[in-house]
């Protein structure tokens, strides 16, 4: 699995949420797919149909974080009930290519561990958003993408 970096421009994803922790997070993020594979539909009739998806995280308050499935939107305007959008700024992003079948979880806690702090660089914390990237949906290979500063 190959690092890489890229620079992101502002752009925004919209989808379905859920506030969950470390604890939790298997079952709730299950929940969570079901729901968006269910739902996706209501995404495209207002943003258009797409092939990739996007996890976006954000850390909360005392040690939970939200989890958001969604879709890139180039505009937002009214939104159902539940729909959830996020802007995310401009940022020197850290890309890593994960193969299909490895679970988030143990991607991102080799990513975090090994792979970032090996190659001298540390998440941009004041950033605020990490993202898992689906290029072509659910179930195949994807990416992590952190924003990061050089150590």
Known sequence: MKLEFKVRETFNI???CVETSLETCGEELSKLWCD???RKEELFRMFGVR???YGLMWKTQNGRYCYLI???ADSIGKLPDGVVCKQILPANYAVYDVAAG???FDAWT???EKTLPDAGYTPNAGHGFDFEYYPNGGGEAYQL???VAKT
């Open 14 to 16: 919209c989808g379905y």
């Open 110 to 112: 080799e990513y975090y």
């Open 102 to 104: 490895k679970s988030a």
């Open 36 to 38: 968006f594979e269910t």
């Open 145 to 147: 993408w952190t924003p």
């Open 70 to 72: 969604g879709i890139e």
């Open 51 to 53: 092939k990739d998806f």
